[in-house]
């Protein structure tokens, strides 16, 4: 079983549409996180999740909406898409400040 | 704030070669220390991690990284590289009393050449 699952993988879309990315986590960690990676495959972390509980909110615009219905998933709803919005979008999940992170596979988000 | 700097955007070396991957950190307090790698269209997968303890950590597939607290350092080696560790290798970190942020460094790609 895959531990850190997402979807879709791939994501392809017109300005001005809503979109949401899934993420699901069977490994029973408490905190979850969203990171983007650009086109320079750098990589910034948008927002945590523990227990169901937003813990860290970078600078995202208000377009971007996570929503933690349990601990086990924590999904990214996205409105009016701009073209700047495409990346790759990873779910991630945690344990504690010193346990390593597990990684989705990644959704590739195209804004066309 | 806390950063993480991995000042080669690209490394190249001969299969059977050694390969050092740097990466340099600022952080308050006591660090925790990361490095992942990304092979192509996947997620990232974690390698080793340096907490506390012995400064030499080893983790998966054969790599070492090595603190070095007087030089704020963390570098990625292994004694051999392979045409498979050719990747994309990133540094993290965490300071000790920080909110459960993981700061990733810009990313290393590692190519191994036959």
């Known amino acids: 079983d895959t531990a850190v699952s997402q979807t879709p993988k791939y994501l392809v879309t017109q300005m001005g549409n809503d979109k949401s990315i899934k993420c699901e986590q069977n490994?029973?960690?408490?905190?979850m996180y969203w990171y983007k990676q650009d086109s320079k495959k750098f990589l910034k972390i948008m927002f945590s999740y523990n227990n169901k509980e937003l813990i860290i909110n970078e600078t995202v615009p208000n377009r971007f909406s996570p929503k933690s219905p349990d601990k086990a998933h924590l999904n990214l709803h996205i409105n009016s898409l701009e073209l700047g919005d495409s990346a790759v979008y990873f779910c991630?999940?945690?344990?504690?400040?010193?346990?390593?992170?597990?990684f989705g596979s990644g959704t590739q988000l195209s804004v066309l | 704030a806390q950063s993480v700097a991995q000042p080669e955007d690209q490394v190249n070396v001969a299969e059977g070669n050694p390969l050092t991957v740097k990466c340099t950190y600022s952080?308050?307090?006591?660090?925790?220390l990361f490095w992942y790698v990304q092979y192509p269209n996947r997620g990232l997968q974690f390698l080793l991690k340096?907490?506390?303890?012995?400064?030499l950590v080893k983790g998966s597939y054969g790599f070492e990284a090595e603190f070095n607290k007087s030089q704020t350092s963390f570098h990625l080696k292994k004694p051999s590289a392979l045409v498979s560790d050719s990747a994309l290798y990133f540094c993290?970190?965490?300071?000790?009393?920080?909110?459960?942020?993981?700061?990733f460094g810009s990313g290393t790609q590692l190519t191994v050449l036959p």
């Open positions: 490994l029973g960690h408490d905190t």
């Open positions: 991630a999940s945690g344990r504690g400040d010193r346990e390593k992170l597990f």
């Open positions: 340096y907490i506390t303890g012995d400064n």
């Open positions: 993290a970190v965490r300071g000790s009393g920080s909110a459960r942020q993981l700061t």
């Open positions: 952080v308050s307090g006591n660090p925790y």
